[in-house]
């Protein structure tokens, strides 16, 4: 069995709400989050999930919020003697910006989407504005884009579990390691979200929906469901990992 290891790589931030992750829950407090570009390391191909911002913000402030620091694209690629040239494959989790503006650079690479998130990023509803279809158009153009429409395995230790949640085509990385399996979630969480503060669980909720959601009930139980199906949690926002260079550690 191939089994990997998973290296949270900085590629932007962004400041806002605390509520912003957590719907109806913690509004009122400034918070940063880290938005990651993960390296999957194992097997023959090389693989990332998710490519992070073009251009991100980079200050001291930030870096300090979050714990960790922050790189564009190359120099995130070459912590691990990578450059975006070497990329074979790109896993998205979906397609909100903030995921996929690096896209482009990958010239190489196969990029693995769900057929919801492709259709929306061309026909965005109003309210989410987070699609923005330049960052995509390059790689469709060229071939290099699979549009799965459910559960698949991408290569063997790394698999792919439809879960819309924070959006409609959500798609949740499933990777084996040496200790178990690691959840890279489909939607955009914090480990909050996962594991709620006492006062969420005395109101009888195991998990807290995404603060952006498409259906706050079919959030909710998409969340549970990760969380009950791996052994290491990844939530695609969370600080922590932003001075954890590998997982499992």
Avoid at 139 to 162: S, W
Avoid at 205 to 221: L, R
Wanted: glycine share 8%; aromatic share 8%; net charge negative.
């Amino acid at each position: 069995m191939s089994t990997f290891k998973i290296h949270p790589i900085v590629m932007g931030t962004k400041i806002f709400d605390h509520g912003m992750m957590t719907y109806q829950h913690a509004y009122g407090k400034p918070y940063t989050i880290p938005i990651y570009c993960w390296y999957l390391e194992g097997g023959d191909k090389k693989i990332l999930v998710d490519t992070g911002e073009m251009k991100p913000i980079v200050s001291q402030e930030r870096e300090a919020a979050i714990g960790g620091k922050i790189y564009t694209f190359e120099e995130g690629l070459a912590l691990y003697g990578l450059k975006p040239e070497d990329i074979d494959i790109v896993v998205h989790t979906h397609l909100h910006n903030d995921h996929c503006e690096n896209d482009y650079k990958c010239v190489n690479a196969t990029f693995y989407v769900h057929e919801a998130e492709l259709k929306r990023i061309h026909d965005p509803h109003p309210l989410d504005f987070r699609y923005l279809e330049d960052y995509i158009t390059d790689v469709e153009d060229n071939g290099q884009v699979v549009a799965l429409t459910g559960d698949a395995e991408i290569v063997p230790g790394v698999r792919v579990m439809h879960t819309p949640a924070h959006t409609e085509g959500g798609m949740t990385v499933l990777v084996d390691t040496e200790k178990g399996v690691a959840a890279i979630t489909g939607f955009c969480i914090i480990m909050e979200n996962l594991f709620p503060p006492k006062e969420v669980r005395a109101m009888e909720m195991e998990v807290i929906p995404c603060g952006t959601v498409v259906n706050s009930y079919q959030a909710y139980d998409n969340i549970l469901k990760v969380k009950n199906a791996a052994d290491i949690l990844l939530p695609l926002h969370e600080p922590r990992f932003a001075a954890t260079p590998t997982i499992p550690e």
